[in-house]
């Protein structure tokens, strides 16, 4: 098949429709100067997937896959390129935030669930642009690789604009994020402390390299000194209360990091923030240079996520993939082959 023939070429995707998941039928566009289409080999299922089901979007952002044509000015990618993406699409190029290499920040960003719409890496291709995806290094498997298009991102970003060698980071929560922050944490030089609810997780969190490991549960009453910075690496907002903003928890001028879309209201102590001079660090995935700096930096260390592979064949075995994520029952990314 010649790379001209791919234009208007039909495939399978998979999108949210009335609160639900549906498959639907694309088809491949006219490329612009520097849009790739790549064949997608694995993609992971994130929980940004799950909460994407109540707009009308083409699922799928964390992509994997083999270059199959290119647009006519492509200059960094070529056929046969084994390539990774799917969540930030496209920005300005030209803002302040685009300039200074936050791009992710660019007001007239696409990113998964803001524009884009028709266009996911459930199913057979994914159209991205070259300078928004990134060359998977030879040393990671694809269905590793998949994974870290989103979650690695998120957590490498989050920890690389908030943690120095020596410091005793924090992670509250053994699964998708907290396992491959561990990984990176520990790789960056920090100690890593680590908050769960499963006494059974602690001899997996310490192979993952932490060297502390704490059940919530009594995580006010084992304090052996205090952290520099917390990781939240679930939907666990409401554990933020009145102490873990206190210096023996969290030591002053420390970070809070809550690394997915909070669910309830953040119950801090006000005058603690002030008096010991607590921060909120948001942080969404990761500008494109911290994508590639992922990728190297997870080759380098051997950081890999644990996965649960499923072949994406139809909608009912997305439909399971995702009940079973929604039942807490993924250790700890799910990955589809295609």
Request: net charge neutral.
């Amino acid at each position: 098949m010649t790379q001209s023939s791919l234009v208007g070429k039909e495939y399978r995707g998979y999108r949210s429709k009335d609160g639900g998941v549906t498959a639907f039928d694309a088809k491949i566009p006219e490329l612009g100067p520097r849009d790739i289409v790549v064949r997608i080999t694995h993609t992971g299922l994130c929980a940004s997937d799950v909460a994407m089901v109540k707009l009308p979007v083409a699922l799928g952002h964390e992509g994997v896959g083999i270059v199959e044509m290119v647009g006519f000015d492509a200059k960094q990618l070529k056929v046969g390129d084994r390539v990774g993406g799917g969540y930030h699409r496209d920005a300005c190029g030209n803002c302040k935030f685009c300039l200074k290499g936050k791009d992710i920040y660019c007001y007239d960003r696409i990113v998964m669930g803001e524009g884009d719409y028709d266009n996911g890496t459930f199913g057979q291709f994914y159209i991205g642009k070259e300078t928004f995806l990134h060359k998977i290094p030879d040393s990671i498997p694809s269905e590793y690789a998949a994974p870290l298009q989103c979650a690695g991102v998120a957590v490498y970003t989050a920890l690389r604009e908030t943690v120095e060698p020596g410091m005793r980071v924090g992670i509250y929560g053994i699964g998708g994020l907290g396992h491959l922050a561990m990984q990176y944490a520990a790789k960056m030089g920090t100690k890593v402390v680590v908050y769960s609810t499963s006494a059974d997780k602690e001899q997996e969190a310490r192979a993952w390299g932490a060297s502390e490991f704490h059940l919530i549960s009594t995580m006010y009453e084992t304090i052996k000194a205090p952290i520099k910075v917390l990781l939240i690496t679930g939907s666990y907002i409401q554990i933020l209360k009145s102490k873990t903003t206190t210096k023996e928890f969290l030591s002053r001028n420390g970070i809070i990091v809550p690394l997915t879309a909070p669910i309830g209201a953040m119950n801090l102590n006000t005058r603690n923030m002030f008096f010991d001079a607590y921060h909120i660090h948001a942080s969404l995935v990761g500008p494109r240079a911290m994508h590639a700096e992922t990728l190297e930096f997870a080759a380098k260390n051997d950081i890999k996520p644990l996965i649960q592979v499923t072949k994406l064949d139809n909608v009912s075995s997305l439909h399971k993939v995702i009940s079973d994520m929604e039942a807490n029952a993924i250790r700890y990314r799910a990955v589809f082959e295609l």
